[in-house]
C-alpha cells in the first residue's frame, strides 16, 4: 500500500521554523504543505498579534509577508502559544531583541514546562526575561539591546539552539551555540536557505548579527514524526508499505536508525533536496524484531518517538533497554512514566528507569482501556499498542489531543487498518 503524500502532514518543526524566519525576512514566503496542527496553529497566531500578515492561500499554503527584523508591532494582548513549547521557546528569542515588552502565555500543560533552559543564556545576552519560579510560564520579556555571546548549552535542544539563533539575529557580533549532542538542525538550514552568515563546525553553530533573510518559497516534507506510527504498524502487522515524501534530515532520522538495528526492513527510495532539506520516500516490509540498547547519544534525533519505539520493542525478541532518555519527563507529560504505566496495563513486561526504561519482548498485549494523558505523542503510539493486541480494538481516553500535531491522525488510521489507503 501506499500512504500518499497528503496523508501525512508537513513537518511541524519546519512548519514552525517557516512561519518564523517568514516573519521576519524581507520580501514574501510561499509556504507549501504547512502542517495545520494545533502547534503551528498558535506560532501562525502569536506572529499575526504581532502585526505580521499572513495569507491563507490554501489549506496547507500559506504567504507570510515579512516585516523584516525590527518590522513587529507591539501586540495588544498577552501572546498565546497554547500547548507549543516550541513557539514559546523560538519567540522568546525573537522577541528579546524588540523595541517593546510583551507577555508570552500558555495552556495549562505548557505553563508547567521548564523554561530556565533559555531564560539563562537569553539573559547572558543582555535581555530582561522572567518567568514564574523563574522558571515556568508565563514569560515576561523586556523589549532590549541584546549582545552576542558563546554558549556551551548544558542540553540537546533544538529549541534552545533556535531561541539562541533568534536571538542572535538581534546582537552585534557572532553568537556561537555547542551542543553536547546535536540537535535537529532545520534552523541553521532553513536560515541559510534564506540568506543569513551561518557557520557550522562540529557541534557548534554560529549566527552572524544583523544578518537580513530573504523571503522565499518553502516547502515543507512530510514530518517523519508522524510518518514514525505509520513506519512501526507497517513492520509490526502490515505488508509492504510506502510513505511518500518524508522529511529525512540526519539529525530526525534516529528511529530509523534503531528500527533497522532492531532488525526492520526500512529503505529510503527516491532520494532528493527540496528547500535545502533532504527528503525520500519510505518503504517499509513487515519483519520480526528484535531487542537493542539505546543509550543517550541516539536520543536526539528521535526523542519525539520513543513511546512508539517502546511499543515496537514489546513485540521485539528479547530486551529491548532505553538509557539517557530523561528529557522526556518533562514533555506535554511525564511520557517514560505515562507509557510505562499503560502498556503495563495492556500485559507489557516494562521497567520504568529514571532516565528510560527496559523492555522484555515479545509480549501479547491486552485490549484494556489506557489513558493518553493529553498528549498527542502517547494517543498516537498507544493507537499502535491497541492494533497489535488481541482484538486491535483502541479504548484510549482523550485521543482527540492526536489534534496538536497530526490532524486527522486517526481517519488517515483507520484506512490503514483497513487496508483503504490508495495503491
Known amino acids: 500500500m501506499i500512504i500518499k503524500r497528503a496523508e501525512i502532514p508537513g513537518d511541524k518543526s519546519i512548519s514552525h521554523r517557516a512561519l518564523i524566519l517568514g516573519a521576519i525576512a524581507e520580501g514574501d514566503t510561499r509556504i507549501k504543505n504547512f ?20 495569507a491563507e492561500k490554501a489549506p496547507s499554503e500559506l504567504v507570510v509577508r515579512g516585516v523584516g527584523l525590527r518590522g513587529f508591532k507591539k501586540p495588544g494582548k498577552d501572546l498565546y502559544a497554547g500547548n507549543s513549547g516550541t513557539t514559546m521557546r523560538l519567540m522568546s528569542g525573537a522577541l528579546a531583541g524588540q523595541a517593546f515588552d510583551s507577555v508570552v ?10 523554561m530556565k533552559r533559555v531564560l539563562i543564556p537569553l539573559r547572558e545576552m543582555n535581555a530582561e526575561i522572567e518567568g514564574v519560579e523563574d522558571n515556568y510560564p508565563p514569560l515576561r520579556i523586556r523589549g532590549s539591546k541584546l549582545h552576542s555571546i558563546d554558549y556551551d548549552s548544558p542540553v540537546a535542544s533544538a529549541q534552545v539552539k533556535s531561541c539562541l539563533m533568534l536571538a542572535g539575529l538581534y546582537a552585534e557580533g557572532e553568537t556561537t551555540v555547542t551542543e553536547p549532542v546535536k540537535s535537529r538542525d ?3 538550514r532553513m536560515m541559510k536557505y534564506m540568506g543569513a552568515e551561518i557557520k557550522e563546525e562540529g557541534l557548534k553553530v554560529t549566527v552572524n548579527g544583523g544578518s537580513k533573510l530573504q523571503g522565499r518559497e518553502i516547502e515543507v516534507p512530510g514530518d517523519i514524526s508522524s510518518a514514525a506510527y505509520f513506519i512501526v504498524a507497517a513492520l509490526l502487522k502490515g505488508g509492504e508499505t510506502e510513505i511518500e515524501c518524508v522529511g529525512v534530515n540526519n539529525t530526525r532520522t534516529g528511529i530509523i536508525n534503531v528500527l533497522k538495528k532492531m532488525g526492520g526492513k526500512i529503505e529510503f527510495k527516491n532520494p532528493r533536496s527540496i528547500s535545502n532539506e533532504p527528503v525520500a520516500d519510505i518503504h517499509v516490509e513487515k519483519g520480526q524484531l528484535r531487542g537493542i540498547e539505546i543509550i543517550g547519544e541516539d536520543i536526539p534525533g528521535m526523542i519525539d518517538e520513543i513511546p512508539v519505539i517502546a511499543v515496537a520493542a514489546t513485540q521485539a525478541e528479547g530486551k529491548t533497554v532505553i538509557s539517557g532518555a530523561r528529557e522526556l519527563r518533562v514533555k506535554e507529560t511525564d511520557r517514560i512514566k505515562a507509557i510505562c504505566s499503560e502498556l503495563a496495563k495492556m500485559g507489557a513486561k516494562i521497567q520504568e528507569k529514571e532516565d528510560g526504561m527496559i523492555i522484555e519482548g515479545p509480549t501479547p498485549l491486552k485490549p484494556v482501556e489506557v489513558n493518553s494523558y493529553g498528549d498527542h505523542r502517547m494517543a498516537m503510539a498507544l493507537s499502535i499498542a491497541c492494533l497489535v493486541s488481541e482484538s486491535g480494538t483502541d479504548k484510549i481516553i482523550n485521543k482527540e489531543c492526536c489534534e496538536i500535531s497530526f490532524p486527522g491522525f486517526f481517519n488517515v488510521f483507520s484506512r490503514f487498518k483497513s487496508n483503504e489507503v490508495e495503491a
Open 35 to 54: 502542517s495545520n496542527s494545533g502547534d503551528c496553529r498558535s506560532t501562525f497566531n502569536v506572529l499575526k498579534e504581532l502585526g505580521v500578515n499572513v
Open 186 to 188: 532545520h534552523t541553521e
Open 105 to 114: 502565555t500558555g495552556d495549562a500543560s505548557l505553563s508547567k514546562r521548564p
